[in-house]
């Protein structure tokens, strides 16, 4: 059972557009939502962090969107760039075991010149 | 500030061999954790281990996987008796605590070919 759905599994956008990637979980114990992006050859490395307390998070270009009610979060990338084409990885975890995540099973995303 | 080192990048094995995976935390971390990531899929959690303790194997297939962290040296994952299944990206990833306000460092993974 897959206890964090993404979507979608490819999205391409122009340069300087917004990529929007959505994910959707189930327990509501989870109180950790990363996001990681991860290029050919290399594993993932976290972007951006988001708690339950709150409801947006922002750095630089990059903005995690949170509705507890839903149990939705999703990424926005403003003013995409072609060093932006990556895997992108949404995830969902307890705190207490931080290492422990679920993820979504990834969306590629293409940033065309 | 080397992160965390996996080796080797790139494993062959035939069926029935045994594979062994190298997983060196960050300096100063001794909290480890190995994922595996199938072709279009996300990573999936296998096992937590501190130094010389299993945390956690519940993503642990029951039969020939096995995984330790010793005193000294490497995280070892091992597959006994591989299978073609077996093939996918095996990734580490360390913390220093575990602790709630931590990142998780990933290393660049092991991928292994079951011919």
């Known amino acids: 059972q897959q206890q964090v759905k993404q979507s979608p599994q490819s999205l391409i956008v122009q340069k300087g557009g917004i990529s929007i990637i959505n994910c959707a979980y189930e327990?509501?114990?989870?109180?950790?939502f990363p996001w990681y992006q991860q290029f050919p050859g290399k594993g993932p490395a976290l972007l951006i962090a988001?708690?339950?307390?709150?409801s947006e998070k922002k750095e630089g270009r990059f903005t995690i969107s949170f509705n507890k009610s839903a149990k939705q979060f999703s990424l926005h990338i403003m003013d995409s760039q072609p060093g932006d084409s990556a895997t992108y990885f949404c995830a969902a975890g307890r705190g207490s075991t931080l290492g422990r995540l679920y993820f979504g099973r990834g969306t590629q995303l293409t940033v065309w010149p | 500030n080397a992160g965390v080192m996996q080796n080797p990048r790139h494993l062959v094995r035939r069926r029935g061999q045994e594979a062994r995976l190298r997983c060196s935390p960050m300096?100063?971390?001794?909290?480890v954790y190995w994922y595996r990531q199938l072709p279009e899929e996300g990573l999936k959690f296998m096992v937590y281990l501190q130094k010389e303790n299993i945390i956690d194997e519940s993503g642990m297939p029951k039969e020939r996987f096995s995984a330790e962290f010793p005193k000294e040296g490497p995280s070892i994952l091992r597959i006994q008796q591989v299978v073609r299944g077996d093939s996918a990206a095996y990734f580490c990833a360390s913390t220093a605590t575990g602790g709630t306000n931590e990142k998780l460092f990933f290393g660049s993974g092991t991928q292994l070919s079951v011919l």
């Open positions: 327990n509501t114990a989870f109180d950790y």
């Open positions: 988001i708690r339950p307390d709150v």
């Open positions: 300096k100063g971390h001794s909290h």
